[in-house]
Every structure is written in C-alpha cells, then in structure tokens.
C-alpha cells in the first residue's frame, strides 16, 4: 500500500506514561466519568494532514457488581484536504443492566477511495480508462469520491433475561453532495467509476440517496468490559427494514449478525486471553445504494479489515473473522500492567451479484501484530498501535482507544 501514514508517537506516548495509568487504585465510583483522551496528528496522502481529538469515556449508571460499565467514544478532526468528520458511538447500560442503549451518530464531509464489488479480481477492476492512471499507481489508492454523510443510528434493548435483550432501533444514512473525482460523462470514450455505473444501473440518484428504516435486534452479552473485555461473549443479531415510506431511495431489508469470544489463557493474569470475533452483513432484499452496501470497516466502532483502507471490499454481502491473541508485557516493575501486546489475523469475504460472485469465492486474509498501553486502569481504556498487512502488499498503520472488539 503506497498510503503512508505518520503519527507523532512522542506526543502520544508522553500522554499515556504520564496519565493515570500508573495509578495502582481501581476502585470505581457510580456516575464518575473515566475519561481517556487522545490527540489526533496524522498524515496521509488522501486526507492531507489530520488533527483532531479523540475522547473514551467510561461511567456506572448504577451498581457496579449487577451493573455493566457503559463506554462512549467520540472524536472530531479536520484534514488540510478539507475533510471534517464527528463521530459518537456509544453503548450504554442502565441500573442493573435493565436497559442497553447501542448509538452511531456521525457528520461526515470527507472523501474515500471506492472500489469494485465483492472480493476476489473484479474487485482490483478500476472501470476508468488505464492511461488516466500513472503507470505506478496502485489499486489500494482506488477511486475517491467526495461525499457528506448524517449517519444516525439508535438501539434501545429490554434486559428480559439475565444478559438477554430485546428491542428497537431507527437507522438514518444520507449521503449527499457525492463527487467521484474520476467521472468524466464527456470525454470520449466516457470515464465511469464503479461507484456511478452502479447507481445508475440500480436506479440511484450519483449525487445523493438515502437509507431510512427500523430494526428488531436481539442480544446477549455478558462481557465484563465493554472497552476491553477479559471474559464473557457477545451475540447480535439485528433485522433492518428500509422502506421508501420512511424516506429511503429504495425498499430493502437487510440482516446483521455477530459474535464475539473471549477465552483466558492463565489463571494468574486476566489479561492473557484469546479473542474471537465474526459478522455476517446481508442484503436479504430489494437493493441498497452504493455506499450502502455492506462494506469492510462500516461497523458500529469502524473497527474491522486492520491492513486494508475503509470500505475497500463491499458487496450485496460480506462476512468477516478475526481472531487475537492479547498478552501482558511485563516490562515495568513499578507498573507491570502498563504494557501489553497483540497478534491478530483476519479474513473478508465479500459477494458481487452483478459478476457472479458467491461469498468465500474469493477470500482476503491479513495478519498483524500491535502494542497496547493501560491508559485508564479503572475503566481498561487501552492506546492501541497496531500495523496490518494483507497478503497483496495492503498495509496499514493504526492508533485507536480501546480494543478493535
């Protein structure tokens, strides 16, 4: 991947060695905010330089020992290419777990590389013409678009079992002001992008579309943490309606479900463990608009395909497996908990109606490793830093608050 991105670990570092994660104290308090903040210094070549900030808070809305820590993450930054993104995600629990609030609010102006569908050769398939592109380019740098996104996304959960829950949720995305860079309708022979040949083949507006609609979702989950579990299982299943009469461009359904594990490997220290995390995202009918569509990295926390950009394998459908090994490093005598490391893999499937392409046709593996610094023992806020790399020379660089899952 010819994106380079550098941060200023100095500064990062500084913050975390000399934050409360030292404290050797963790005890909680009911209603007290944990907060864990993290400047944002970065650069990229798609976005320019970046700065910014963002925030993990943690905080008992009740008794801690029948009351689950509820977590929000939140960050702002601006790129010198223009780009101003906000983000709110959150996962809340009321007294005694009687309520789950799940919430994904984002403003977006901002651009991103898009790509051919599915996984597999027709996903590398830039439709522009070749000479348009210099003769070292790379597939990794795609097609960018300028877009602006209001995402709104709230789930309200019933506790109606230990651990068991029901509910609702409304799901608003509209993307407006799209630009694809690369479209020319003037040229001859024409220039078309896959993101435009889509839409106008599907029936969507290039410039602008929406996805309106209302969900049932049933849960379970009994990790201890959920910033950074050491134990407990999560499962999510969500069945989404989208239809015309709610505001959507067109009528679809579509079906989320996941899983996640955590399994310890010693005794003596909680934070040996190994993760395992799966979803599966479904157009189970009607069609979804372009950037829609189930995508590598549209999560809930954006957490998912380390090694590969945002939405570089998107299709009709789309699973992905992640498995990590989190281990304590036990360099500091007067801090051992400060450090820990990671080894991570991960898969992506992805299906392309239009080309005949079938989920596990065509799989993308990548592999990682990560260092992890305990910046808030009371709520387990960890800085993470992580590198990927796909098996065609993808790679990428990561700084994040919490862990991926």
Same mark, same amino acid.
């Given at each position: 991947?010819?994106?380079?991105?550098?941060?200023?670990?100095?500064?990062?570092?500084?913050?975390?060695?000399?934050?409360?994660?030292?404290?050797?104290?963790?005890?909680?308090?009911?209603?007290?905010?944990?907060?864990?903040?993290?400047?944002?210094?970065?650069?990229?070549?798609?976005?320019?330089?970046?700065?910014?900030?963002?925030?993990?808070?943690?905080?008992?809305?009740?008794?801690?020992?029948?009351?689950?820590?509820?977590?929000?993450?939140?960050?702002?930054?601006?790129?010198?290419?223009?780009?101003?993104?906000?983000?709110?995600?959150?996962?809340?629990?009321?007294?005694?777990?009687?309520?789950?609030?799940?919430?994904?609010?984002?403003?977006?102006?901002?651009?991103?590389?898009?790509?051919?569908?599915?996984?597999?050769?027709?996903?590398?398939?830039?439709?522009?013409?070749?000479?348009? $592109?210099?003769?070292?380019?790379?597939?990794?740098?795609?097609?960018?678009?300028?877009?602006?996104?209001?995402?709104? +996304?709230?789930? *309200?959960?019933?506790?109606?079992?230990?651990?068991?829950?029901?509910?609702?949720?409304?799901?608003?995305?509209? +993307?407006?002001?799209?630009?694809?860079?690369?479209?020319?309708?003037?040229?001859?022979?024409? *220039?078309?992008?896959? +993101?435009?040949?889509?839409?106008?083949?599907?029936?969507?507006?290039?410039?602008?579309?929406?996805?309106?609609?209302?969900?049932?979702?049933?849960?379970?989950?009994?990790?201890?943490?959920?910033?950074?579990?050491?134990?407990?299982?999560?499962?999510?299943?969500?069945?989404?309606?989208?239809?015309?009469?709610?505001?959507?461009?067109?009528?679809?359904?579509?079906?989320?479900?996941?899983?996640?594990?955590?399994?310890?490997?010693?005794?003596?220290?909680?934070?040996?463990?190994?993760?395992?995390?799966?979803?599966?995202?479904?157009?189970?009918?009607?069609?979804?608009?372009?950037?829609?569509?189930?995508?590598?990295?549209?999560?809930?926390?954006?957490?998912?395909?380390?090694?590969?950009?945002?939405?570089?394998?998107?299709?009709?459908?789309?699973?992905?497996?992640?498995?990590?090994?989190?281990?304590?490093?036990?360099?500091?005598?007067?801090?051992?908990?400060?450090?820990?490391?990671?080894?991570?893999?991960?898969?992506?499937?992805?299906?392309?109606?239009?080309?005949?392409?079938?989920?596990?046709?065509?799989?993308?593996?990548?592999?990682?490793?990560?260092?992890?610094?305990?910046?808030?023992?009371?709520?387990?806020?960890?800085?993470?830093?992580?590198?990927?790399?796909?098996?065609?020379?993808?790679?990428?660089? $990561?700084?994040?608050?919490?862990?991926?899952?």
């Amino acid at each position: 991947m010819k994106t380079k991105i550098a941060t200023l670990f100095l500064f990062v570092l500084f913050a975390a060695f000399t934050g409360n994660a030292q404290s050797d104290s963790v005890s909680v308090e009911v209603g007290k905010f944990y907060l864990s903040p993290l400047p944002i210094i970065s650069s990229n070549p798609a976005f320019g330089f970046v700065y910014g900030a963002a925030a993990s808070a943690g905080v008992y809305f009740g008794d801690p020992s029948t009351t689950s820590m509820s977590n929000g993450f939140l960050t702002g930054s601006y790129s010198t290419k223009k780009q101003l993104m906000f983000t709110f995600k959150t996962t809340m629990y009321s007294n005694n777990n009687d309520w789950m609030l799940m919430g994904d609010w984002r403003l977006f102006f901002s651009s991103q590389p898009t790509y051919g569908l599915g996984t597999g050769p027709q996903a590398d398939d830039l439709t522009g013409i070749p000479e348009l $592109y210099e003769a070292d380019s790379d597939i990794s740098e795609g097609e960018l678009m300028e877009f602006n996104l209001i995402r709104f +996304h709230q789930t *309200v959960l019933k506790q109606v079992k230990p651990n068991f829950f029901l509910g609702l949720g409304y799901h608003l995305d509209a +993307h407006f002001d799209i630009k694809d860079q690369l479209l020319d309708l003037e040229s001859e022979p024409q *220039v078309l992008t896959n +993101h435009y040949r889509y839409s106008v083949e599907n029936g969507f507006d290039p410039e602008k579309y929406t996805t309106s609609g209302v969900s049932a979702n049933v849960i379970y989950d009994s990790r201890d943490n959920v910033a950074n579990p050491y134990t407990g299982r999560f499962a999510f299943a969500s069945f989404r309606a989208i239809p015309k009469f709610l505001g959507s461009t067109k009528n679809a359904t579509t079906l989320w479900l996941e899983y996640r594990d955590y399994f310890s490997l010693s005794e003596l220290n909680p934070r040996n463990i190994f993760a395992f995390w799966t979803y599966g995202n479904f157009t189970t009918s009607g069609t979804l608009p372009y950037m829609n569509l189930p995508a590598l990295g549209w999560d809930q926390m954006g957490r998912s395909g380390r090694a590969f950009p945002q939405g570089r394998f998107r299709g009709e459908n789309l699973y992905y497996a992640e498995a990590e090994w989190r281990f304590p490093l036990t360099l500091l005598k007067r801090n051992p908990d400060l450090l820990g490391g990671v080894v991570f893999a991960n898969m992506t499937t992805a299906s392309n109606k239009a080309d005949e392409v079938k989920l596990f046709n065509y799989v993308e593996p990548a592999a990682g490793l990560g260092l992890r610094i305990m910046i808030q023992k009371q709520s387990r806020a960890n800085l993470t830093i992580d590198y990927g790399w796909g098996m065609n020379g993808e790679g990428a660089f $990561y700084l994040n608050l919490n862990e991926y899952f």
